[in-house]
């Protein structure tokens, strides 16, 4: 139960931050499916106890694979759909803590969630980096024509 109450959460954040950055109302429940496709990998993932920047990686490479295929479904840019799925993903709890320890004078668990805010950052940036590439390199051979 936990984990499907856990994917509709994400269905609706994406969706949230889909509606407050005025996505096209046609793209909004494409949105949320990658939202939700992206978390449900997340959490197999982090279930499996592989680790979190595993887990950030794969999903942000199946929010970017998804996004390019959807987008060229509802003829919108893969933009419109990767910004809002990868919401759930942001790690906003720990840069939560950097900050409050920061302001608290704990200098060394601030530093820690520091860093680990930055490592799932490039996580994310690095999962869809791979998707765009591979993307684009299916693409480019799969539009060539046999000679």
């Not at 959460?9 to 889909?18: D, N």
């Not at 990658?34 to 990998?41: F, I």
């Not at 799925?85 to 608290?104: C, E, I, T």
């Amino acid at each position: 139960m936990h984990v499907i109450i856990s994917l509709v959460f994400a269905y609706l954040t994406t969706m949230g931050f889909a509606i407050i950055i005025n996505i096209p109302r046609r793209a909004l429940p494409a949105c949320g499916l990658v939202g939700l496709c992206g978390w449900a990998v997340f959490m197999a993932i982090k279930g499996l106890e592989l680790g979190g920047m595993l887990a950030n990686l794969l999903s942000a490479f199946i929010i970017g694979l998804a996004s390019m295929y959807l987008a060229r479904k509802i003829k919108v840019p893969t933009i419109l759909l990767n910004i809002p799925s990868l919401v759930p993903l942001v790690p906003g709890g720990q840069a939560y803590q950097a900050v409050r320890n920061f302001a608290l004078h704990n200098n060394q668990v601030a530093l820690t969630f520091m860093v680990e805010v930055v490592l799932i950052a490039g996580a994310i940036a690095m999962g869809l980096f791979l998707a765009e590439f591979t993307g684009e390199t299916w693409l480019k051979f799969s539009l060539k024509t046999p000679s």
